[in-house]
């Protein structure tokens, strides 16, 4: 294998720099493609959807549980995939796996969902065996071909208001590989992070950064984490040692 040069400590200091400085350029353009995102048209879901679930039958809307975004990842776990039937599908099993807490992203009042062809009880059997805690649902109509994921997997993210769900958002392929954590779920969203650092169209709900955080099984105890820690954060920020998306900070963050 053909490595690297080796050198001093100071000449490394130096590559890294020059590397972070492009790293910067990566996350602003990020940055810039989630706030045109947030920009995209939406149309809305005129069809009824049904699928089945741990409490039984349930429409695309009662996939929400109630909040007002939901993101609906397309896993192949059914009959004649790879793995079957012990598992689901080798991709969709890691995609699975990358799945955080989903307490976070409930607090930003959105919901995700993965739907499967596969009956519940086999859905029910491969998730205790995983480990998996993600809402997952038995896909009845034709949801999976209406929304271009029933032949490879994909995510559509939706908006409700009142009784009424928009579809505003897919990405599928190697989009998905980006997927997994609390952050780039949310910013494939209508809303985005909901913090007041975005580029946002005028009257979305937004938040200072940090304020909405806490702990999973806090959320709903208390109106907003712990203001000692917020002052730390803040320090820690004025001091260069804490990203975040404040733009008075914006020369700090990597990424």
């Given at each position: 294998?053909?490595?690297?040069?080796?050198?001093?400590?100071?000449?490394?200091?130096?590559?890294?720099?020059?590397?972070?400085?492009?790293?910067?350029?990566?996350?602003?353009?990020?940055?810039?493609?989630?706030?045109?995102?947030?920009?995209?048209?939406?149309?809305?879901?005129?069809?009824?959807?049904?699928?089945?679930?741990?409490?039984?039958?349930?429409?695309?809307?009662?996939?929400?549980?109630?909040?007002?975004?939901?993101?609906?990842?397309?896993?192949?776990?059914?009959?004649?995939?790879?793995?079957?039937?012990?598992?689901?599908?080798?991709?969709?099993?890691?995609?699975?796996?990358?799945?955080?807490?989903?307490?976070?992203?409930?607090?930003?009042?959105?919901?995700?969902?993965?739907?499967?062809?596969?009956?519940?009880?086999?859905?029910?059997?491969?998730?205790?065996?995983?480990?998996?805690?993600?809402?997952?649902?038995?896909?009845?109509?034709?949801?999976?071909?209406?929304?271009?994921?029933?032949?490879?997997?994909?995510?559509?993210?939706?908006?409700?208001?009142?009784?009424?769900?928009?579809?505003?958002?897919?990405?599928?392929?190697?989009?998905d590989e980006?997927?997994?954590?609390?952050?780039?779920?949310?910013?494939?969203?209508?809303?985005?992070?909901?913090?007041?650092?975005?580029?946002?169209?005028?009257?979305?709900?937004?938040?200072?950064?940090?304020?909405w955080w806490?702990?999973?099984?806090?959320?709903?105890?208390?109106?907003?984490v712990d203001?000692?820690?917020?002052?730390?954060?803040?320090?820690?920020?004025?001091?260069?040692?804490?990203?975040?998306?404040?733009?008075?900070?914006?020369?700090?963050?990597?990424?």
């Amino acid at each position: 294998m053909r490595t690297p040069p080796v050198v001093s400590a100071q000449q490394w200091e130096q590559a890294r720099q020059e590397l972070l400085g492009k790293e910067k350029e990566l996350t602003r353009a990020r940055d810039a493609l989630a706030a045109q995102r947030r920009r995209m048209p939406w149309t809305a879901v005129h069809k009824q959807y049904e699928f089945d679930g741990p409490a039984g039958r349930a429409s695309l809307l009662d996939l929400f549980e109630g909040r007002r975004q939901l993101i609906v990842y397309r896993a192949f776990l059914e009959p004649g995939v790879h793995g079957w039937p012990d598992h689901a599908c080798l991709g969709c099993s890691m995609m699975a796996d990358h799945v955080g807490n989903l307490a976070h992203l409930n607090a930003r009042d959105t919901t995700l969902a993965f739907v499967s062809r596969g009956p519940q009880p086999d859905i029910e059997r491969v998730k205790n065996r995983m480990g998996w805690r993600i809402p997952w649902y038995t896909i009845l109509g034709d949801f999976d071909a209406d929304f271009g994921v029933d032949e490879w997997h994909g995510t559509n993210a939706f908006l409700r208001d009142g009784e009424t769900v928009y579809r505003t958002y897919f990405v599928n392929a190697r989009g998905d590989e980006a997927l997994g954590n609390t952050w780039s779920f949310l910013d494939i969203t209508a809303l985005g992070r909901q913090e007041s650092w975005e580029d946002s169209p005028d009257g979305y709900p937004q938040a200072a950064p940090y304020e909405w955080w806490n702990w999973h099984d806090e959320y709903g105890r208390a109106a907003r984490v712990d203001a000692e820690w917020l002052s730390r954060i803040d320090g820690a920020v004025e001091a260069g040692q804490a990203g975040t998306g404040r733009p008075a900070a914006e020369e700090r963050r990597t990424s």
